[in-house]
Each structure stands twice: as C-alpha cells, then as structure tokens.
C-alpha cells in the first residue's frame, strides 16, 4: 500500500454480518485493501469463505453492516440507490459464475445494454472490436439460449467491457465451463482488460486463474489471509 | 399414498404461489357469485311475476261491451269467470285526473285484475257502495278532493257522465275506505291517475234517465288455462271474442300472465342460461389464462417432477386437486355472496323503481305487496352455481394441463422462456427501457396475447352493452314531454266537446293564450334565458271514415314541420317519400304513427277533403297522403310541410306549447315562478326537466343498474387477470430484473419499464374493446331499437363509460405496478440475483 495514486478501489474496515449473537455469521470481517488501476487481482479462498460477498459489496450490489468501500475516491457505501445504479452502469462491469444474460434479448442487444441504460451513444466499432475479439461476429442476432456456456460467458463479457467500466468484477467467471472452454475465456477476458485498461478483480477456486492473477488475494472467514501485496508485478503489466 | 403425495404437492404449490392462489381464489369466486347472483335474481323475478301476476290471474279484457253481449258472455261455455267494470264520470276538478267507476263480478270463479276497483281487494273499513249516494276510494283521494277520509264523511264531487255533457256535482256520503297509499315524490297533478267507486243504483239512475251510456270493460278468464299452450289460449280467447261479435282490437290478452301460466319461467330462464354463459365464457377464460401463466412459468418445476417419475396423469391431477382445493374455499363464498347480494339489493331496487314510478297507486301498492315476500332461494338455482362454477374451472384446466403433460424431463430443465421456437432476434441497435419492455411482451406472444385477449373481451361486453345501456337514457324519455329547453308549458286543449266548446283547441287558439305579452312576460322571470314556441296546432275534420279520425273525437290536431325537420323525418321513412317542394306543392301530408296505420283504413296516395278549424272559419283542404315515418321527437299524427301551412292564412295563434330556457342556476326559482302562473289558468300544464328526469330514471334504472353491476364483475374478473399475468411475469423475473439492475437500471428505470408493460395491455385492451366494442355496440343498440327495448331510440356514444374503464385500466395498472416494484425491492438485490427458480 505503499502507492497511493491510481488506487481506483479501496476498502476501509469493511464487514459484513448476518445474524445477530451466537448466531452471527461473519462473512466479511474487517477488510481492508487496495487495489491499483489497470491490476489484475484474483481473490481466493474456499467457500464460504466471503469472496462472493466481498465482490458485491466491491460493485454495490450489497450494503455493508459496517466499513467503506472507494471507488476512485468515493464511498459508495453511502450512496442511494439511485446513484449506486449509476456507479454500476458507469463504472463496474460484472461478470457473474451463471452468466446471467437477459433471456429475451440477443447477444448484441445483451452487450450494448448497460450504454443503453445510461443512454450513452454507442461506439459501434468499439462494440464490434469487443465482438470481434470475442469471436461472437456470428453470433450478434442468436438468443442466450441457444449459445454454448463458453460463448454465452464471453456475450457476459462482452457486456461487462461494452460501457469501457474502469473496474470488471467477475465471480468465479469458469466456474461453468470445461477446462479447456475455461482457459481460453480467462484468457480471452485477461486480454480485453489489458486492452482497454480495465481493472480485473476475480474470485476463483481455480489455482491456474489465479496464477494469470498479477496479485492474489487469499480470504479465510471472512478475512484476508494474504494481500499478495509482494506478488505485484506491475501496475502497468 | 402416491395420491397423498401428489394431494401435498399440490397443496405446497398452493402456498408457494400465494399470489396465484389468491387471483384465482378470487375469480372462482367472483364467478360463482355472479352465477349464483344471477339464478337468484331469476328465481326472484319469477317469484316476484308469480306474485304479481296472481293479483292480476285474468286472461284478458275485452273493452267496448255493450250489456247483451255481457249478458251473454257470462253464459259462454268457455267463460270460467268474469268481472266487467265500467267508467261512469270524469271528474272535474281543477287539473285533476280521475274518474268514477263501477265494478261488478259477473261469473263468479278465481278472478283478480289487480286494480283498485276490484271488489276482491279488502277494504280497510266499511263497504262498497250500495246506495246511489255512496263511494268509495282510498283516503289519498278523499284529502285530494278536500274531504275528510271518514266513514259516512261527505264528499262533493263535480263530474261528466260518459266524460262528456254538462258538468253535475252531487253529494256523496264515504262508504268503504281502502288502504292508504303514499305518493312519495313530487309528481305532478297531470301524471296521477285518480279513481273512486260509486254504486251500481247511481249508474241506474242517470241511464234511466237517458244521460249515461254504459260502455263495458270485462275481465275474463277462460277454461283450459293448465292444459292448453299460449297460443291455444289466446285462440280460445279471440274464438269467444267473435262469438259476440267483438273485434281483436278490442280484445287485450294478458299475455305476462299467460305466458308464465302456461310457460312458467322459460323466458326467465332462458334470459338467465344467455348471461350464465356468458359469465362462464369470460370466467373461464381467465382462470384458464392464469393457470396458463401458470405452467409456463413452472415448466422447469414440472419437468423435474417428471424426471423424478411423475406420470402425466399425476400432473395432471396435481392441477385438478389445485383447482379442487382453491374450489373448496371460493365456492362457498361465491355462493353466500351471490346470494346476500340480490337479497338485499334486489328489494332495493324494486323500492327505487316503486318510488320513481309513483305514477298510478296500483304500481306501488302491487310493489310494495310482494317486497319482502319473494323468495328467492332455490336449492336446484345453488347446484346449479356450484356445478357450473366447478365445470368451468375443469374446463379452463384442460388446455395447461395437456401443456404440462408435454413438458420433457430434459427440456424443461433447461427451459428458458422464450425458448420455444426462436433462435433468433433482430433486435433493435440500441437498447433503451422501451425496448425492454417490448423484449418482455414479445417473449411469449401467445402469453400476452391470451391475455390482451381475455381482457380485451371483457372490456368489449363492457363497451358494448354501455352503448346499448346510455343508449338507454333517462333524458331521451324526458325529451318526449320536453322536446327542447328546461320546461314546457302546455295547452290542455278538447278536441270536441260539445258540451264545453270553449275547452276545444279551436276556441283556445282564438284566445292567444300565448301571445307576445304572455311570452315577455316568461323572458322577464329572472333566469329564463329564452322563450320559442314549438309548431302550432289546429284541428282538422274530414267526411270519410277512418279510425284515425274516430280515436280522436273527429276532430285530429293537425301540425307542420320544417326543412330542419326533413333529416330526422326521412331517416325514420317506412314507407313514401318526403320531398318538401313536392309536398308543398300538392297539399301533401305526412303520417307519423306507424304502428296504428293499418288500423286507420287508409293508404299512400290516398287524396281526402279535410276541414281546418282556426276557431273563426273553416278552411277546406284536400291532401294526399304520401308518407309514413316514425320520428324519435313528438310530432302530430298528421302534419304538412311549413310552407302549405302558412298558405293556410290562419287567423288565431295556433301555438299550443311553448319551451322554456333556464340558466341552471335559477333553475328552481324559475320553476317556482312557473308554477306559479300556471296555476293562474286552468289550461296550462307545466312540464319540468326534473321531474321528467326522475320519472325517466327511476323507470330504467331497474334494469340499467343490475346490467353495469354485472358488466363491472365480469370486467373485475378480466381485470383479476392483468393482475395475475404483471405479478407471475415480474415475480417470476425477479433473477432477470435483479440483473438488470446489477447492470446498472436504475429504480426509477424499473419502474417505468415495468409500468410501460402494463400500460401496452391497458392501451391493448382498450384499443380492442373501443373499436370491437362499439363496433358491437352499435350493431346492438339497432337490434334492441328494432325490439323497442326500453323505449330506446336515439344512440348515445358510451363517453363517460370509455372514460371511466379507460381511467381505471390506467390507475388500477398504476397501482398494481407500484405494489408489484416495492414488493420486488423488499428483497436485496443479492437475493434476486442468486434466486433461482
């Protein structure tokens, strides 16, 4: 931490509990990280463990009992809905285990939704260049439903990186797709971020992702075990 | 066991889908109740006819008799009992209407007609006049006629036997007094209907001495009433009529009673099996579309228990114990409100109609007999809810239960919905809330289109019979007496009395009673905005014979009309042509009664002298008569064109009715002020708006009150079905919308997104029922002009009635959308987005 500038997301004492007593769960317990802009951090640690919980509180999916989450020097922990909605469509892209396309729209109109939403004008040829790179040119009119998983976790991507967000969040991004399948959109997402100077946070059980990681985080109940502070190659890769 | 298995399944599926549950809790029960409501209801009118009808068990009358036909009408073979009564005097008081009457049985044996003379009624204290002096009437008369309603009270009655000759007055001593009626309501003098019973030996006295001429009405029943059809009857009836010589337009048969006689309840029953399909056809269309929301929804869980071995016809009971179960408890609720609510409003209504309708004491006193002793339960009427109730939801099962059972294990799994067919999308460039919100509707055309349907159906019926029903309208019966402005004031004119000359139209014309004085000085009462007259009158005589002439004393009021009048004239043509230069130039005329014509003995073309009567000379005219019409406003039975009018050279003022014009806000002062003065000549009438109006309303509000109540159930039960399709689609999306808003939709975004859904089928829905709707409406407001149902005539565009759906779509879409959104936000967004179904 010993690097202040270009920290585009930084958690303070953040904690998330459930339940109250003998019976309170502390999935989060006093977390505190930064991470660079441009980084590539994947965040480790067996279920149950917080990762997931940590993510979302990370994109303002989640409040947190207690801390503050910054993103580019903001606590969004305070934010309204209202504004967090605006937070999500402008700076974080999510990219989900399940992929979680929306059912009734085609691939191009899953990709382009989130600009839609802030009623952004498209950069087509960006889109195209993302589509492109994802190998989905063929794809654009199909309905999620008639993809491959590996296909339908590249659209998520594509998605994710549509809105040019400065931070992508994904969540166990292979976790549904085979080995091979796996890799290949791992590395297929790790070249886009670089490409666009996205910052990449990524939880994993899988120890290979991990290793594409510039630093790893390791989390055990609901704490940080290891930063991987010493593991960073470069802020710039 | 596997029964119980699947009884527990579906019972888990019941309180899991709470929602679902609820809705189509509701729309059996709604549907039960409304079948139930409407076998009552028919059970009561049938009941409240029996009722009526056995104070009125006469099969017909026969009107006209003289006293040997009488006499051998009593010994008629077919003749099973029989009553004659007989109109002895008008009385003359003031602008009352009444007259004196005799009644007598004749052939003893069941016999009831309902009226106030019948001497079958019950006095409420003394007898029917005996001696010559003695009468008879209800205690309401007696203070009308400024008499103390006692026994052997006096009364001083002036009348005119036969309703012509010179006025008489005698001293009559109170003999009998019947049971008092209340007048509620102001009604005018000239609506009320007032009758007193005198004795048979006063009768005697004045034919003896040659001044009273009996003209006989009898009220007759023939045998064969529980053997023989209708139309056997009425033959009988008509076969009796010939034997003494007596025309079928002097017989009236009592067909109402006839009917439910010898028909009982078809009519009624018919009427209820029409709008009982009708609520099952709505009914189960949406229960059917909520169930079929339904399995699409749950494809997925239906596939797993079918993985899990669950056979079809396990499915298929699964949904026949889920309609079982919801069944048990709507039923019963259904039943008891559909019973509660005709028991109590349906009295109401008959109180509404009783005081409104106050125009003669026996509608009220026949009314007021049978409130209170209808009954209205029937056990076969209650089964017959259940069963049908019950029948239509098996119905609406079949189709989502032959969908579920096609669900494979396999697919249903991995069943996304819209994955039927599609593979592709076009799609639109850019993706904005709209094109979500179309995305959602066009994922399960069939879906939304199920529903558009069902909804848009029953806001058709809705639309539909609006237009008949405010087609149906108070203020176009009030225009009959009113034809324009706020008042009318009359001239109660003779057309030939001998007698009384100066009561005939042609000496009142010569009084100008409406002149230009009289008529400033109608414009100087403080808020009459304008005074006009409508089209003078002047009676007319002619040589040759016709019924038209004979029903009018022989003299008809003769009148005009206009070019503006040519439109409303020619589109009501039965028969002719109207051309007014052609007219005007051959002294042509223009009959407006159709239904009398054939009675009148005359045809097109023919040419008559007729004889006009301005009260100072006698114009000869020869017409011909070239046109039938029948027009919705008031014209005279003959009239000529405007033009062969003035050619006339009238020297009177031939005006016997003028309209008035108030602001609204003297309009009661007005009135007062016109009472007033109208009360200063013996040969005005006052006609008042208000007073038309409530007449008018309260006559049709009987029918046109119980029809929206069902029209606003059937539409709640479309309704009930919006509300089914906006919770299943945005409750089972709960995954999808958390999504979109870890995307970054914003709530105001998911607000308008999801109302945006609602409002295409609110802006669906009434596209169809509007277009459909009136297009229906319209062809149904013909057919029941056709029919005279309810003396409609004019139609009137349903505005306030598309306004008002119009409005309650939009709220009633606003409201569940708002209720649905918070709903969705009590949960995190977390939550939603790990919610997998």
């Given amino acids: 931490m010993e690097n202040h500038t270009n920290i585009i997301l930084k958690t303070e004492d953040l904690c998330k509990y459930y339940g109250v007593g003998d019976n309170q769960v502390k999935a989060v317990d006093h977390v505190n990280l930064e991470i660079r802009q441009g980084g590539f951090v994947s965040i480790i640690g067996k279920s149950g463990s917080g990762k997931s919980t940590l993510l979302h509180m990370l994109g303002g999916l989640d409040n947190p009992t207690a801390g503050k989450v910054f993103i580019d020097g903001e606590n969004i922990a305070s934010f309204k809905e209202e504004k967090l909605s605006k937070i999500r469509r402008r700076k974080i892209g999510f990219i989900f285990q399940a992929y979680n396309l929306i059912p009734s729209l085609n691939v191009w109109e899953n990709i382009v939704l989130p600009l839609g939403l802030d009623g952004k004008p498209l950069d087509e040829s960006f889109i195209n260049d993302i589509i492109k790179t994802l190998g989905l040119s063929e794809k654009v009119k199909n309905l999620p439903n008639t993809l491959s998983g590996g296909q339908q976790q590249r659209c998520a991507i594509a998605r994710a990186i549509a809105a040019k967000p400065s931070i992508i969040l994904a969540d166990e991004p292979t ?40 630093r790893t985080i390791i989390l055990a109940d609901g704490r940080i075990l290891s930063s991987g502070e010493s593991e960073v190659v470069s802020d710039e890769k | 066991m596997k029964n119980n298995t699947v009884l527990c399944l579906a019972l888990s599926k019941l309180r899991y889908n709470r929602s679902r549950t609820l809705l189509t809790g509701i729309a059996i029960m709604l549907t039960t109740m409304l079948l139930m409501a409407i076998g009552t209801v028919g059970i009561a009118v049938f009941d409240m006819n029996r009722q009526m009808f056995s104070e009125m068990d006469y099969h017909a009358t026969f009107t006209g008799l003289t006293a040997d036909q009488v006499n051998v009408l009593s010994k008629h073979i077919n003749v099973e009992a029989m009553s004659t009564s007989e109109i002895f005097a008008d009385i003359v008081n003031g602008k009352m209407n009444g007259v004196l009457s005799y009644r007598e049985t004749v052939k003893d044996g069941r016999i009831t007609d309902g009226d106030d003379s019948s001497d079958s009624r019950e006095l409420a204290s003394g007898h029917y006049p005996e001696a010559e002096n003695e009468i008879c009437s209800s205690p309401i008369f ?27 007055t005698e001293e009559f001593t109170i003999s009998g007094l019947e049971p008092d009626v209340e007048i509620s309501g102001e009604i005018d003098d000239s609506r009320l209907m007032w009758a007193a019973h005198v004795s048979r030996a006063l009768l005697e006295k004045y034919r003896a001495d040659g001044l009273y001429e009996p003209s006989l009405y009898a009220t007759l029943r023939v045998y064969g009433e529980d053997e023989l059809a209708f139309d056997e009857m009425a033959d009988r009836i008509n076969a009796v009529a010939a034997d003494i010589g007596l025309d079928e337009a002097s017989v009236n048969i009592n067909r109402q009673y006839l009917y439910t006689v010898t028909d009982p309840g078809t009519e009624i029953m018919v009427v209820v099996a029409a709008i009982s399909l009708i609520v099952i056809l709505f009914s189960a269309l949406v229960i059917y579309s909520i169930y079929y929301v339904g399995v699409i929804t749950d494809v997925q869980e239906i596939g797993k228990l079918k993985a899990l071995g669950a056979s079809g016809r396990q499915i298929a009971k699964l949904f026949y114990w889920q309609g079982a179960i919801v069944s048990v408890f709507a039923v019963p609720v259904g039943l008891l409100m559909g019973f509660l609510l005709p028991y109590f ?3 109401l209504a008959l109180y509404a109609y009783q005081n409104g309708s106050a125009i003669s004491s026996y509608s009220r006193d026949a009314v007021e007999a049978v409130i209170g002793q209808i009954h209205m339960f029937s056990l076969p009427v209650l089964l017959a809810a259940v069963v049908a109730a019950l029948v239509t939801v098996a119905i609406s099962l079949q189709k989502p239960i032959r ?14 919905e819209n994955s039927a067919d599609r593979k592709n999308r076009k799609g639109h460039h850019e993706v904005k809330v709209s094109t979500l919100t179309l995305a959602n509707l066009t994922r399960n055309k069939r879906r939304t289109a199920v529903t558009l349907l069902t909804m848009g159906l029953s806001c058709v019926l809705f639309i539909c019979v609006s237009a008949v029903l405010s087609s149906v309208s108070a203020e176009d019966l009030a225009r009959r007496n009113i034809p324009k402005g706020d008042f ?5 004119y003779s057309q030939h009395d001998v007698e009384y000359p100066e009561n005939n139209l042609d000496s009142l014309v010569q009084q100008a009673y409406f002149n230009e004085a009289f008529l400033a000085e109608l414009s ?4 009459v905005e304008s005074v006009e007259r409508a ?18 004393y022989n003299r008809l009021p003769l009148s005009y009309f206009t070019r503006d009048d040519l439109a409303e004239l020619n589109a009501n043509l039965e028969q002719g042509s109207i051309d007014y230069d052609r007219m005007t130039a051959n002294n042509e005329i223009v009959c407006t009664h159709v239904y009398s ?13 007729l004889t006009l009567h301005d009260g100072s000379r006698e114009i000869p005219l020869t017409v011909t008569l070239t046109a039938l019409t029948q027009p919705d406003s008031d014209f005279s039975l003959l009239i000529m064109t405007e033009d062969t009018w003035n050619s006339l050279g009238l020297a009177c003022d031939p005006t016997t009715d003028i309209y008035l014009y108030a602001d609204d806000k003297h309009y009661d002062s007005v009135k007062e002020a016109l009472l007033e003065l109208v009360a200063e000549n013996e040969h005005f009438i006052l006609y008042s708006m208000d007073v038309e109006m409530r007449i008018g309303r309260s006559s049709l509000g009987l029918t046109k009150n119980p029809l929206y109540l069902l029209l606003i159930l059937i539409s709640v039960i479309g309704f009930i079905n919006l509300i089914n399709t906006m919770i299943t689609s945005i409750v089972t999306r709960r995954k999808e919308l958390g999504i979109l808003q870890a995307l970054g939709l914003s709530d105001r975004q998911l607000a308008r997104m999801l109302s945006g859904e609602g409002l295409v089928f609110t802006a669906g829905t009434l596209l169809i029922s509007v277009t459909l709707g009136n297009l229906f409406g319209y062809l149904l407001f013909l057919w029941a002009k056709e029919q005279h149902f309810m003396s409609i005539s004019r139609y009137h565009y349903p505005v306030w009635e598309t306004v008002g759906l119009a409005l309650v779509l939009l709220i009633g879409q606003t409201i569940i959308a708002l209720f649905i959104n918070r709903k969705v936000k009590n949960e995190s967004l977390i939550d939603r987005i790990r919610n997998e179904e």
């Avoid at chain 1, 670089?194 to 946070?201: E, I, M, R, S, W």
């Avoid at chain 2, 009308?144 to 002036?158: C, D, F, N, Q, Y």
């Avoid at chain 2, 969908?403 to 996304?416: D, G, N, T």
């Fill in chain 2, 488 to 492: 009318r004031i009359s001239l109660k």
């Fill in chain 2, 597 to 609: 014509f054939e009675q009148y003995g005359l045809s097109l073309g023919d040419t008559f002298p």
């Fill in chain 2, 524 to 527: 100087a009462i403080d808020g």
């Fill in chain 2, 535 to 552: 089209p003078g009158k002047i009676l007319s005589s002619t040589d040759i014979t016709s019924a038209m002439y004979e029903d009018y």
């Fill in chain 2, 142 to 168: 007696f203070r009308r006629v400024g008499a103390e309603p006692v026994i052997g009270g006096k009364v001083t009655l002036s009348f005119r036997v036969n309703g012509k000759g010179e006025i008489l």
């Fill in chain 1, 175 to 214: 976790g549904n797709l085979d080995t091979r399948t796996g890799d290949e959109t791992m590395a297929l997402l790790k070249a886009s971020a670089a490409k666009y100077g996205q910052t990449l946070v990524v939880i994993t059980h899988n120890e290979e992702v991990a290793q594409m990681a510039d």
């Fill in chain 2, 345 to 347: 409003l349906f009295p």
């Fill in chain 2, 403 to 416: 969908l579920a059972k096609k669900v494979s294990p396999v697919e249903a799994i991995r069943y996304q």
